[in-house]
Structures are given as structure tokens and as C-alpha cells.
């Protein structure tokens, strides 16, 4: 005969237990879901976007060359490294045509200005502010009469003074007129 002790009388059933943990679960799961939501929301107001100005429709003549700029900014207090960054774990300023009528050439990125940060033994090629980045297109002779659009996107990884944020790659589409 066994005796019973007072673990015996309280100890709560395997049911209850089950029933316990999945009441748990199931309160938890949707306030946890919602707080990475908003920390996601909260970081990305937090990262820094870089502005990107297309120019107006260019008119392009066929088997002409044309140099076209895209203008970007980004804000107050922020940098991004150059085309060409000092160091080669840094993420370039890249821009890519990923299709289109015409055919892609030169690019022509900003001229870094070298800054020191706290978080860098050394000077920083960046951009900052205002700048232009320009390429040169070659339209062929066989490019459909009529509007059309360039395709590509930017890449960069903006920083300030103490951080840099997760890189970025935003879409960039000219507004063509081929005649």
C-alpha cells in the first residue's frame, strides 16, 4: 500500500497541465506576434530613406547616345558610403539598369568626401546630402518607336554618426519618349 503525501492530493493532473501550457501559448503567440510588428515599424521610421528623384520624361533619338541623371538626397545627418568605400566590408552605392529599350554605359556615381566617425579608426569615403548619380545610355536603331521605361534599382546602406542601418535596394524608373 502506498502512502499518499500532499504532493499526491496537489499536484495538478497531466490534463491540466496540457491545458495550462496551451492556454498560455495561445495568449502569448498574438501579443508576442504584435510586438515584432511594431518593433519592425519602429525600426523602419528609425532607418533613414534615401530619396530618389527621376527626371522627367527624356526624349531619346534612335542610335543616339544620351546622358541621363538620377538625383538622390538623403537627410540631415545621415551618409551612405560612396561607389567606392574604403574599406571592403562596406556596402557600396551601387546603381543597376535592370532592363529597358536602352542599352546601359558609364556611371558616373558622386566623389566621396572622406569623414571620420566614433565608429571607425579611419576617415569614411561617403556621401551625404544632395548628389547626382549619371549614366550614359546608347538607344540602338532598333528600339521600339513610342514611350517606354528604364528599369533599376539603387543599393546603399545608410549610416549616422553611431550606427548604420540593414543596406537598402530601391527601384528607379526613367520615363522615356523614343523617337
Request: aromatic share 8%; glycine share 6%; charged share 20%.
Amino acid at each position: 500500500m502506498r502512502l499518499r503525501t500532499c504532493f499526491d492530493v496537489h499536484a495538478p493532473s497531466g490534463a491540466f497541465l496540457r491545458w495550462a501550457r496551451n492556454r498560455a501559448r495561445t495568449r502569448l503567440k498574438p501579443r508576442v506576434q504584435v510586438l515584432g510588428l511594431l518593433a519592425a515599424a519602429l525600426s523602419a521610421q528609425m532607418a533613414p530613406q534615401l530619396t530618389v528623384v527621376p527626371p522627367p520624361t527624356v526624349k531619346v533619338k534612335k542610335g543616339a547616345t544620351e546622358t541621363i541623371t538620377v538625383r538622390a538626397m538623403l537627410p540631415p545627418g545621415f551618409h551612405a558610403n560612396s561607389n567606392t568605400p574604403t574599406d571592403a566590408y562596406l556596402i557600396p552605392l551601387t546603381l543597376k539598369w535592370t532592363g529597358g529599350p536602352l542599352e546601359a554605359g558609364e556611371i558616373t556615381y558622386p566623389k566621396g568626401t572622406m569623414e571620420k566617425y566614433s565608429f571607425s579608426d579611419k576617415p569614411l569615403s561617403v556621401v551625404t546630402g544632395q548628389f547626382e548619380i549619371t549614366t550614359k545610355f546608347r538607344v540602338p536603331a532598333g528600339a521600339p518607336q513610342g514611350p517606354a521605361a528604364e528599369n533599376g534599382t539603387i543599393r546603399y546602406q545608410a549610416c549616422n554618426d553611431r550606427m548604420c542601418f540593414a543596406p537598402k535596394t530601391l527601384p528607379v524608373s526613367l520615363a522615356l519618349n523614343i523617337e
